[in-house]
């Protein structure tokens, strides 16, 4: 599975962005789907995911309420809306593939990763 990320760019606090992954590779939908992002000087950290058919979805508490995952397994393709944002936001965002197919907060669980892409909000 290859994994590509878009939609990042700068957006002032308050507004929002919203990612897409597109996938190759027709197993996608076997897939587990996440989001994770990474601050200057910060490790790594899980944002958000979404199980292989999209029943279940998981958030980080900072994001929880003002962030959405979603996928499009016609499209190959998962999102994540992001509303509200806020300058702490500020990162590069992830997506990323797992085998375990109920989804995963555990950066250990991900099989396959995206390029990233910079998502900057201005306060």
């Known amino acids: 599975v290859q994994l590509q990320a878009s939609g990042g760019g700068l957006v002032q606090a308050g507004g929002s962005l919203r990612l897409s992954c597109a996938a190759s590779?027709?197993?996608?939908?076997?897939?587990?789907m996440g989001w994770f992002r990474q601050a200057p000087g910060k490790e790594r950290e899980f944002v958000a995911a979404?199980?292989?058919?999209?029943?279940?979805?998981y958030y980080a508490d900072s994001v929880k309420g003002r962030f959405t995952i979603s996928r499009d397994n016609a499209k190959i393709t998962v999102y994540l809306q992001m509303n509200s944002l806020k300058s702490e936001d500020t990162a590069v965002y992830y997506c990323?593939?797992?085998?375990?197919?109920?989804?995963?907060?555990?950066?250990?669980?991900?099989?396959?990763w995206g390029q990233g892409t910079q998502v900057t909000v201005s306060s």
């Open positions: 990323a593939a797992s085998a375990y197919v109920l989804g995963s907060r555990a950066e250990s669980e991900y099989d396959y």
């Open positions: 590779g027709r197993t996608f939908s076997s897939y587990a």
């Open positions: 979404i199980s292989w058919g999209g029943g279940s979805t």
